[in-house]
């Protein structure tokens, strides 16, 4: 008997993978991130839970997983040019006009929305939660929506010194 996987029950086995190991930092996870009031490591628990909560209230529609795979793709062939721009926020605006443009608004706001989730759970200090990054990230799925060139992008998300 042949044994296949299918890409949905793969997919399962690593959501259940990161759950599993997330669920087990998150008891100490509050020490190790950054609180964007103070920008030191959280002093409490409660304040940590706190910015947990209210930044999961926000949460946007999940997109589909295709959709989500187009945006992972968008964002690894655009994070060299993100990064070119040396600034944090004009990189965050540049990652969400693409991925608007390659997928939609909505997977573009998941995306921004996720990635300071994950800064926000990963228990680590080296990147922390920003949410001027989302704002950032909405910023460039706003405009990139509606304009398809890939050079709007660059020409709108680049820092004027």
């Known amino acids: 008997m042949k044994l296949t996987l299918s890409f949905y029950t793969i997919l399962s086995l690593c959501l259940l993978n990161i759950a599993c190991s997330t669920s087990a930092k998150a008891n100490t996870c509050w020490q190790n991130e950054v609180d964007p009031l103070t920008q030191k490591p959280f002093q ?10 209210n ?11 295709f959709q989500l795979l187009k945006a992972f793709a968008t964002y690894k062939k655009e994070q060299s040019t ?14 969400g006009c693409r991925i608007a443009q390659d997928t939609n608004y909505e997977c573009a706001d998941y995306a921004g929305w ?10 680590q200090l080296q990147s922390y ?3 001027e990054d989302y704002l950032a990230t909405i910023a460039g799925a706003l405009v990139g929506k ?3 060139v890939k050079n709007f992008c660059l020409e ?6």
């Open 55 to 65: 930044w999961n209230s926000q949460k946007p529609v999940t997109p589909n997983p």
């Open 129 to 131: 939660f920003e949410e």
């Open 156 to 161: 709108y998300c680049q820092p004027t010194n």
């Open 44 to 53: 409490s628990e409660y304040d940590y839970n706190n910015l947990k909560k």
């Open 82 to 95: 993100a990064d070119a721009f040396k600034n944090d926020k004009a990189a965050h605006c540049y990652i």
């Open 114 to 123: 996720k990635k300071e989730n994950d800064d926000l759970t990963h228990c």
């Open 146 to 148: 509606d304009n398809p």
